[in-house]
């Protein structure tokens, strides 16, 4: 049975959390941190142009690249944080204690650390970035609630590069 919980909490591709695992411990986070005056953060990521790898490189090398970004998100964040995989190709971290401006500052560094990974070693031409958006919870917060404001943040991240 510990299997079967490990698994339904586990991304089978990258390894990492899952939506679910994020959920749960996001909604622990805010109950708790709400409490102690030390709300989490929650930073949204998007691969970007993804469609474009897949279509141009295959489905392979777009599990590659997913799987190499979990793995750059996971190194780049503490123990008692999480990275996780939403779904596709959105990605999560959720910050335990961490201030609005530090969480993007670690999300600025997993920008260039995206940005500069040699992505040949996987397919000839290949290159890959990701947006990000970070917000910080707020009284009165949700999982949804927290979220939906890290994607407006990611989305708008994204407008101001277009």
């Known amino acids: 049975s510990r299997q079967l919980e490990k698994l339904s909490l586990e991304d089978t591709l990258t390894g990492i959390p899952n939506r679910r695992s994020f959920e749960l411990y996001a909604a622990e986070l805010l109950r708790a941190g709400m409490e102690r005056g030390q709300p989490p953060c929650v930073a949204l990521i998007d691969v970007d142009r993804f469609k474009q790898i897949n279509d141009n490189y295959s489905h392979q090398v777009g599990d590659a690249v997913l799987k190499r970004i979990a793995h750059?998100?996971?190194?780049?964040?503490?123990?008692?944080?999480?990275?996780?995989?939403l779904a596709g190709d959105e990605f999560v971290i959720v910050f335990k204690?961490?201030?609005?401006?530090?969480?993007?500052?670690?999300?600025a560094r997993i920008q260039v650390a995206v940005r500069s990974f040699d992505w040949s070693t996987i397919a000839a031409g290949l290159?890959?970035?990701i947006s990000v958006g970070v917000a910080a919870a707020i009284a009165g917060d949700t999982?949804?609630?927290?979220?939906?404001?890290?994607?407006?943040?990611m989305y708008a991240e994204k407008k101001k590069r277009a």
């Open 143 to 153: 999982v949804e609630t927290l979220t939906h404001r890290s994607d407006n943040a």
């Open 127 to 129: 290159q890959s970035s």
């Open 97 to 107: 204690n961490a201030e609005l401006r530090i969480a993007q500052q670690v999300c």
């Open 72 to 85: 750059i998100l996971k190194s780049h964040v503490r123990e008692e944080d999480m990275a996780a995989r």
